[in-house]
T-cell receptor, first 113, second 111 residues
Framework: RKEVEQDPGPFNVPEGATVAFNCTYS??????FFWYRQDCRKEPKLLMS???SGNEDGRFTAQLNRASQYISLLIRDSKLSDSATYLC??????????????FGKGTSLLVTP | DTGVSQDPRHKITKRGQNVTFRCDPI?????LYWYRQTLGQGPEFLTY????????KSRLLSDRFSAERPKGSFSTLEIQRTEQGDSAMYLC?????????FGPGTRLTVT
């Protein structure tokens, strides 16, 4: 089983809609969790970290469910500019790879007018 | 320092040739990572440096791949005897802690 799994989508939603993505992980030792955004043919950029208590940044809300081993990203009032691929990433402390993150394949979001 | 930079941004090479990519991390970051990304996939970890020491290599990094970070600043990734399967985006990232900052990547096409 792959360590980080995401539904690749695409998710096609109209402007103004609310959309949510989940990401499941298999290693219970995973400690830190992130959502990255990647535009077509560009590098990933950190969108937000995911804290145990859940956190919000404007229209974006991230949640962590350790018992079920998944994280989620909720986008409210979708904008056309939200169209991108959203990558889930996690850090596992028992790896030897420094702070290297393990990424999912990403979920593609297309917001339409 | 405006971020991680990579050079070249694009490279087209013929199968069997050697290629070398360069990454300049954010200056105060002591950790540097190389990732590879192919279409429809997330970035896959290749190798990691803390200062000048290469501390981890993925099994994805075959013997044809070598990376260096000679003075703990910039890093190079060399691929010898390139194969068509090496075609990908090669991403460099740097960090002080867990949050990685990525460079724009080098897109390699092997013909």
């Amino acid at each position: 089983r792959k360590e980080v799994e995401q539904d690749p989508g695409p998710f096609n939603v109209p402007e103004g809609a609310t959309v949510a993505f989940n990401c499941t992980y298999s290693n219970s030792a995973s400690q830190s969790f992130f959502w990255y955004r990647q535009d077509c043919r560009k590098e990933p950029k950190l969108l937000m970290s995911v804290y145990s208590s859940g956190n919000e940044d404007g229209r974006f809300t991230a949640q962590l469910n350790r018992a079920s081993q998944y994280i989620s990203l909720l986008i409210r009032d979708s904008k056309l500019s939200d169209s991108a691929t959203y990558l889930c990433a996690l850090y596992t402390s028992n790896s030897n790879s420094g702070y290297a993150l393990n990424f999912g394949k990403g979920t593609s979001l297309l917001v339409t007018p | 320092d405006t971020g991680v930079s990579q050079d070249p941004r694009h490279k087209i090479t013929k199968r069997g040739q050697n290629v070398t990519f360069r990454c300049d991390p954010i200056s105060e970051h002591n950790r540097l990572y190389w990732y590879r990304q192919t279409l429809g996939q997330g970035p896959e970890f290749l190798t990691y440096f803390q200062n000048e020491a290469q501390l981890e290599k993925s099994r994805l990094l075959s013997d044809r791949f070598s990376a260096e970070r000679p003075k703990g600043s910039f890093s190079t990734l060399e691929i010898q005897r390139t194969e068509q399967g090496d075609s990908a985006m090669y991403l460099c990232a740097s960090s002080l802690n867990v949050e990685l900052d990525f460079g724009p990547g080098t897109r390699l096409t092997v013909t």
